[in-house]
């Protein structure tokens, strides 16, 4: 009797390509979409918050006072990109004054629509530069690594890891490092598809992004050597000219923003220090358990990408590098401050893909991987597709046409609060009431309710003057600070001014809403502030 021989047993490179995973990877981005809200979901319940208040810092009111400046037909001093403010303008309209009511609808964005986006883009961008199976690789890491190295970071940074950092990194904030990370990631997808394809339309993408990425940070810049050493590497010089082009409309919106805000042209920190690098580094060293665990991995990662395209190995690397050695020659860059995260944020995904590329180099397996073939090619998009006009119009020609059409801001709408580095907006219709007595003054307001978060009151005093908010020459190209002193805070909507006995003479008073993470009225969180109201002691 004959034994039946065996099937033959299918090459791994057969497998990789033909396995219903590999067909339908909408079904496993599906899941991994679900799964990184279920985790948000559990973190959401574990951290810190007041309401819809996750983490605070006082960026978030310079983008909403330009969001609230845009929805108001004017422009706010130049303080931050002109690229979020812009696409935030409608909620800041709906939402008001206060960041805090604005607060729900800014997180849901972010959370419902570029969480998802951001997971989609990334499996995208590495599935250009690995194959597939390097795209479901770098998303499920992309999804669980949040969660996974908080161990790695020491005692006295974990707490400032859980509650300041992952809330901006998930998209929990009105801070804009997220969407800056979202259209970096598809400006990487674009540019690496039009490398491969040498598509022109597919390069005029990529800048587009490339170009909005900037507009809503200027320090994205430093993205652009990475589609440069891509296009000259791979000598796609027509893409190259297509991708420079759709890009110049956003650097000449920076331009015309920045002159108009700041009264000069922006201005980009280019220097590398290699020595504040290495005190980077020591710093780094005492906040995570160590800068080798960083290091290492992506260099190796970068040489693992090599083994299929030198090409998407040097993007790579230029892409995390730039920020990298830039950013962290800053001065004042330093692991302590918060924000540090948020200036490299847009170059964490090239850190993920070329760590999960490290199995290219496992003897056999790697030769295998590298074998297997990329994605294909995008469909075929033409310029007068709806989609591709309606992004060149949102992207390129209604920012420069609000920047250049609007006027300044008017004098006293938004303030600056020095004690708090906040940029705050003035609500008219805030109107408090107050009565002097001898060595007092009784202030009433009407309550503010306000929807993100539970927020308190803050009382301002100052000399009955014209100039308590005394703006600069230039009108809106400098905020106008508010010159006033924080007398108190209170939850009520009363408040007594006593201690020490007021002077006879003539007061300006003034009450803002604040709000912080632990509902503290001794601590701050200024969001809003009301009009004056001038009173005198006897």
Sequence with gaps: MQLARPAPARPLRA???????????WSVLLALALAQWLLLLLLTRRIVHNGWLFAQSGRTSELYSAA?????????????????????????????????????????????????????????????????WLGYASAVTWVLIPYVVHPLFSSGYHATYVQQLLPQALGLTALDAFPSTVCVLAAAFFTLASIDSGDPLEAALGGLFAGFAVGIDAGNVLFLPAPAVGYLLARRWRPAGFFGLALLPALATLALWQWRGSGHLPHIHAQIDLHHLRLLSVDFRSAFYSDRLVEIPFLAGVIAIG??????????????????????????????????????????????IAVCALPLLVPRLGERLADAPTVGALPRLAWSNPGIVAAAVAFALVPFVVVAALPDQKRRAVVAYTPEA???????????????????????????????ATSFYVILRSAARPDDIACPAGGGRSPCPLAMLRLGSTNETTYLDIAPPVPPGRWRYRVGVAANLHSDPNAGGLTALSAPVDVTVP
Excluded: E
Aim: net charge positive; no cysteine; aromatic share 12%.
């Design 68 to 132: 609230w400046s845009f929805a108001h037909g004017h422009l706010a001093p130049a303080l931050t990109g002109y690229g979020w403010p812009l696409v935030t303008a409608p909620i800041a309209g709906l939402g008001g004054v206060n960041v805090l009511d604005a607060l729900p609808s800014l997180v849901v964005l972010q959370v419902l629509v570029l969480l998802p986006l951001a997971l989609l883009a990334v499996y995208g961008v590495a599935a250009r530069i690995g194959g597939r």
């Design 307 to 352: 083994r299929r395209s030198w090409v998407k190995s040097a993007f790579v690397a230029a892409w995390f590098l730039s920020y990298v050695l830039v950013r962290g020659s800053a001065p004042g860059t330093t692991i302590g401050a918060v924000n540090w995260y948020g200036a490299f944020m847009p170059a964490f995904p090239a850190f993920v």
């Design 422 to 452: 906040a940029i705050v907006p003035v609500d008219p219709s805030f109107q408090p009431q107050a009565v002097g007595q001898p060595g007092a003054v009784v202030l009433r307001w009407p309550q503010q309710k306000t929807r993100g």
């Design 15 to 25: 497998t990789l390509t033909t396995t219903p995973l590999t067909r339908r990877p």
